[in-house]
C-alpha cells in the first residue's frame, strides 16, 4: 500500500525555520514526483514546492522562492522542505503528495489533482 508521512511541523517565531519530512514507502519512489502543499483555514490547498526523483528537478511556488529549498535522500524514500524566514502567513497544514513523473514531457506539477495520493498533513504555525 502506497503510504506518505510527513513529520517536522510545529510552532515558530517570525523569521524562524523548520525542516518538514515526507517519508515514502509502499511504491516505486523513484518514479515518482513528490510535491509539497499547504492548506490555510478557509483557502484552497496550494503548491508549494516540487521535485522529481528521477532527475532532481525543482520547483518553487514564488510566495516561497528563496526561502524555501526542497530535497530527496533517495537511500531514504524521503523528501525534505527546509523552511526559512518563515512569515506568519506560511502558516497552514502542509501535505506531501506524489505524483508520477514523466521525464521529457511537460506537466505542471504545481496542479495538485496530478498526484495520486497524500499525506496526512503535518501543522505549521507561525507566530509574530
Known amino acids: 500500500e502506497e503510504q506518505l508521512v510527513e513529520s517536522g511541523g510545529g510552532l515558530v517565531q517570525v523569521g524562524g525555520s523548520l525542516r518538514l519530512s515526507c517519508a515514502a514507502s509502499?511504491?516505486?519512489?523513484?518514479?515518482?514526483?513528490i510535491g509539497w502543499f499547504r492548506q490555510a483555514p478557509g483557502k484552497e490547498r496550494e503548491g508549494v514546492s516540487w521535485?522529481?526523483?528521477?532527475?532532481?528537478?525543482?520547483h518553487y511556488a514564488d510566495s516561497v522562492k528563496g526561502r524555501f529549498t526542497i530535497s530527496r535522500d533517495p537511500a531514504k524514500d524521503t523528501v525534505y522542505l527546509q523552511m526559512d524566514d518563515l512569515k506568519p502567513e506560511d502558516t497552514a497544514v502542509y501535505y506531501c503528495?506524489?505524483?508520477?513523473?514523466?521525464?521529457?514531457?511537460?506537466?505542471?506539477?504545481?496542479?495538485?489533482?496530478?498526484?495520486?495520493?497524500w499525506g496526512q498533513g503535518t501543522q505549521v504555525t507561525v507566530s509574530s
Open positions: 521535485i522529481s526523483n528521477p532527475d532532481g528537478t525543482t
Open positions: 503528495g506524489a505524483a508520477i513523473y514523466y521525464l521529457g514531457y511537460y506537466v505542471n506539477y504545481m496542479d495538485l489533482a496530478r498526484y495520486d495520493f
Open positions: 509502499g511504491f516505486s519512489f523513484e518514479d515518482y514526483a
